[in-house]
């Protein structure tokens, strides 16, 4: 794909702060230059971008959605990093967290994961090239600029990336309904991948015997599992609340 659709202020703001060379062009909902938008459009006029301000149906259109908050932008896409860029990273950084989504194909959790990992300091979010949802403006708009700042490696085989970063170090923990240990029994210190299911199905049989542990959230209440993102969500936060003791 020779360029990609962007939308929303905190999206752009974030591709802006990153990739200002890969801004091609940009168009602004005529009218509207509020205190939100009109930082993001001067500081795209002093990069040179060129910003074409058009009517909402416009917008609504380039964006495949209503909820583009006044702007679009078409840009050059940003390749996701490969297996020798995971490498690289688990090399290069002290102490990795990665957050590993088996097969989560909704967009909105997808980005939901992909600010989840932000906001934890995750190194980064690795998926599968295939049966994976990918980057794309959905993704984008709800992670709310952490799609811009979160490494992204799509590996082609899952459970061979998994076993190449056990060489290297790497504690991999699974989450599973049917695991015996509750994530709270689970030492989170050291070099460690949490890998998320499938929204319905959950691991996949071989990314479930790859991992070194398996743990489960205790579930109180009458509902069997929570959303990907919001499960994610938990277990990072405890691995930050271990590593930060």
């Known amino acids: 794909m020779s360029h990609e659709i962007i939308f929303g202020i905190h999206a752009l ?6 990739y200002p060379e890969r801004v091609i062009e940009a168009f602004a909902l005529k009218g509207r230059q509020d205190d939100r938008l009109l930082p993001l459009l001067n500081q795209m006029q002093k990069m040179g971008v060129a910003v ?5 149906k416009t917008l609504d259109d380039k964006a495949d959605s209503s909820q583009h908050q006044g702007i679009v932008a078409r840009v050059k896409p940003v390749p996701p990093l490969n297996e020798a860029g995971l490498t690289k990273l688990i090399e290069t950084t002290t102490n990795p967290l990665f957050l590993v989504l088996d097969g989560v194909t909704d967009p909105h959790n997808l980005g939901a994961c992909l600010r989840n990992a932000d906001a934890a300091g995750v190194t980064a979010v690795i998926v599968p090239k295939d049966k994976s949802a990918s980057l794309n403006p959905t993704v984008r708009k709800v992670a709310c600029g952490a799609a811009e700042n979160m490494p992204l490696v799509a590996v082609t085989n899952l459970a061979r990336s998994l076993r190449e970063m056990q060489k290297l170090g790497v504690w991999i923990v699974g989450t599973a309904g049917e695991a015996e240990q509750m994530i709270y029994d689970c030492k989170m210190q050291g070099p460690l991948a949490i890998v998320m299911g499938a929204e319905d199905k959950g691991m996949r049989r071989l990314t479930r015997e790859t991992c070194d542990e398996l743990i489960k959230l205790p579930m109180m209440g ?8 919001v499960a994610a969500g938990v ?3 405890e691995a930050v609340r271990q590593r930060q003791a």
């Not at 074409?52 to 909402?56: D, L, T």
């Not at 009458?222 to 993102?229: F, G, Q, R, Y």
């Open 13 to 18: 703001t974030a591709f802006m702060e990153r």
């Open 222 to 229: 009458s509902v069997s599992s929570l959303n990907v993102s």
């Open 235 to 237: 277990c990072l936060f």
């Open 52 to 56: 074409q301000f058009a009517p909402r």
